[in-house]
């Protein structure tokens, strides 16, 4: 059908099917415009989050003078100018997690509603599965930026800490107005996470399972599981990944690979390490460790450090020691 053609029905393992999706051309069909619209409106504004995250350099002078000079009043002013819009920034950044996870919902939605199955969903809908897969990249690439970023974490500390004294001193600044008591309280347990947009994903989708009960969890692990089974297919196969005319699709699959392994860890009881999870977790490693450790050590220390289910009894040794 259009620009998924179905691969392998079922493999060896009955894992479930396998398809090639084209993640560089898939339009939507007039059924998925409403939710493709809706859902572009939030990813036409993630490029622009990801350059400000990779462009953003902190105010780590300014604060360290005026930790350093307590008693100078002009370097605490300045550290202050230049931290404030530094957290506004901030702000967006968590402002935009929040219609991120509205997009994940209405997506979710959408590929597990009935009467379709989940690999139907993705055969007949493949412009929301490709949204679904740029919410994933996006969500990889802030978070390894984020991580390897610690002005962030170190601004917004400096800037509790003087909206704190100052409220002792009873002293009114200019930027609580903006962010207020409640909003950096909720700010700083987004940035105090490894990887705040994996989590915020997460917790979405384990809160869309939790308030469809009507809806069959597999429903959702299945939806995550055959796109996992989509990318790794694309990866592994030679004659697939030279369909390609774009060598960042590649970087593509291996995020949304990765991003869909940790969704259903967070979401199958049993998670994605199991004998009976229907991710094919040593292919799926494989494929990344014959990537060049450049474009995916990021990616498998997101397996080894963001998933729930790892170092559970029911973990092959074989998988555990491919991620050592």
């Known amino acids: 059908m259009g620009n998924l053609l179905k691969v392998l029905t079922y493999n060896e393992l009955d894992q479930g099917p396998n398809f090639f999706l084209d993640f560089e051309n898939a339009q939507p069909t007039e059924a998925e415009t409403a939710v493709w619209n809706q859902v572009n409106a939030v990813l036409e504004e993630a490029q622009g989050v990801l350059a400000e995250l ?20 002009r370097l605490q002013e300045r550290a202050w100018s230049a931290v404030c819009p530094l957290v506004a920034k901030l702000k967006r950044f968590y402002e935009f997690s929040l219609r991120l996870e509205n997009a994940l919902r209405s997506l979710l939605e959408a590929l597990t509603s009935p009467p379709y199955a989940p690999t139907q969903h993705l055969e007949r809908e493949q412009a929301l599965a490709k949204q679904f897969a740029e919410i994933l990249h996006f969500t990889l690439s802030f978070d390894e930026l984020k991580m390897t970023n610690p002005a962030i974490q170190n601004d917004f500390s400096y800037y509790r800490r003087t909206i704190s004294r ?61 796109m996992a089974c989509v990318c790794r297919v694309m990866l592994e196969t030679p004659e697939y990944r030279s369909r390609f005319t774009n060598t960042e699709t590649l970087l593509f699959c291996m995020r949304v690979m990765v991003g869909v392994i940790i969704l259903y860890d967070h979401v199958h009881p049993v998670g994605a390490f199991a004998k009976t999870s229907k991710i094919d977790m040593k292919g799926c490693i494989k494929v990344l460790k014959d990537q060049p450790s450049t474009s995916t050590e990021g990616l498998l220390n997101a397996l080894r450090y963001t998933t729930r289910h790892l170092n559970d009894d029911t973990t092959s040794k074989q998988v555990r020691a491919l991620l050592q």
């Open 166 to 226: 100052n409220r002792i001193n009873n002293l009114q600044l200019d930027a609580e107005s903006e962010v207020n008591n409640e909003m950096a309280n909720r700010m700083s347990l987004f940035y105090a996470e490894a990887t705040p947009m994996l989590k915020t994903l997460s917790n979405a989708t384990t809160k869309f399972v939790s308030e469809n009960k009507t809806l069959p969890i597999e429903d959702t692990t299945d939806c995550l599981s055959t």
């Open 54 to 73: 990779q462009s953003y350099t902190g105010a780590g002078q300014e604060i360290r003078e005026a930790i350093q000079n307590p008693g100078d009043l």
